[in-house]
């Protein structure tokens, strides 16, 4: 009766079993990555004991063709970081040309900014701020110098003016002086003649 209930147990647990069983292997199919390859050895190994030692037992076919797939792997993975390697690489060197070209542009643009900002005075660059306080203060400096020249030519004119004056007022008064000098001595010979005149008779 023990017997049967043993038996009658694994009846029951076979078709379990069975359902488990298929159900590892579809989820062993999908998994193809290295762990799930060892974890599917270590699955199908087994172990017995003889004489007291215990050993375990590994079908040689799977552990070759794990083998096989843990160097492809360990190739391939060599071979993309050397891929990688040789990308970063280029890049590296891609990056310092770009910014050897980058330092170079912001070597003419402050070049040219600055000769942009600056004016060439007298062959020197000047700030253009300084420039036009140069450039204001000659402005305002010949500004200077033509009121004080005009100042002066106006002193000048008037004194000229009034000298002009002066020279027309003695010019006049110097004819007149001659005019009545003509007139007296006129009038002084006519007497004279007038005299003798009359001394002739």
């Known amino acids: 009766?023990?017997?049967?209930?043993?038996?009658?147990?694994?009846?029951?647990?076979?078709?379990?079993?069975?359902?488990?069983?298929?159900?590892?292997?579809?989820?062993?199919?999908?998994?193809?990555?290295?762990?799930?390859?060892?974890?599917?050895?270590?699955?199908?190994?087994?172990?017995?004991?003889?004489?007291?030692?215990?050993?375990?037992?590994?079908?040689?076919?799977?552990?070759?063709?794990?083998?096989?797939?843990?160097?492809d792997s360990i190739d391939t993975a060599n071979k993309t970081i050397k891929d990688l390697s040789a990308t970063i690489t280029a890049n590296d060197a891609e990056i310092e040309d770009l910014n050897g070209k980058l330092q170079e542009t912001t070597n003419k643009l402050n070049a040219v900014t600055e000769e942009k900002d600056s004016i060439s005075f007298f062959g020197a660059l000047i700030s253009k701020g300084t420039y036009n306080f140069i450039l204001w203060s000659i402005i305002f400096g010949l500004l200077l110098l033509l009121l004080f020249f005009i100042y002066r030519f106006r002193n000048s004119n008037f004194l000229t003016q009034q000298a002009k004056s002066a020279l027309a007022d003695l010019e006049e008064e110097y004819q007149n002086h001659r005019r009545r000098a003509l007139e007296r001595e006129q009038k002084i010979s006519r007497q004279l003649q007038d005299e003798l005149n009359k001394q002739k008779k």
């Open 1 to 71: 009766m023990k017997y049967l209930r043993i038996l009658f147990a694994l009846a029951l647990l076979i078709p379990t079993l069975a359902i488990h069983a298929q159900e590892e292997e579809s989820t062993e199919e999908t998994d193809n990555t290295l762990r799930g390859q060892l974890e599917e050895l270590e699955r199908k190994s087994g172990n017995y004991r003889a004489n007291g030692i215990r050993y375990e037992v590994v079908k040689l076919s799977d552990l070759y063709e794990t083998k096989k797939n843990i160097f």
